[in-house]
């Protein structure tokens, strides 16, 4: 990461969990760690085994609803209904 952004192991684990979440877009994780698309992927790369990698990353690719511009206006929330509460997450306190 260019940017030389220094996070957490906690900090880490909650990016990529936001990152496999369907409904989470890669803007929330820009605002809630300043990482962008490009570093989330950096990231994902150095942080999981190949395999799984190539997976999140074949499921990520041209999915709209992890991208905010391309997501359809009645979503309105950046995680499942029946997803647990996360006390961590500052974006879903809003």
């Known amino acids: 990461?260019?940017?030389k952004i220094s996070l957490t192991e906690e900090q880490i684990d909650r990016?990529?969990?936001?990152?496999?979440e369907d409904r989470?877009?890669?803007?929330?994780?820009?605002?809630?760690?300043g990482l962008k698309e490009q570093d989330v992927i950096r990231l994902m790369r150095r942080e999981m085994k190949?395999?799984?990698?190539?997976?999140?990353?074949a499921r990520v690719q041209g999915r709209s609803t992890?991208?905010?511009?391309?997501?359809?206006?009645?979503?309105?929330?950046?995680?499942c209904s029946r997803q647990r509460n996360i006390s961590n997450n500052k974006i879903?306190?809003?």
């Open 50 to 57: 190949s395999s799984s990698f190539k997976m999140w990353r």
């Open 24 to 33: 989470t877009p890669f803007d929330a994780i820009l605002s809630q760690f």
């Open 66 to 79: 992890k991208h905010s511009k391309n997501r359809s206006e009645d979503v309105e929330r950046f995680r």
């Open 15 to 20: 990016v990529i969990e936001m990152a496999w």
């Open 1 to 3: 990461m260019k940017n």
């Open 92 to 94: 879903s306190k809003k």
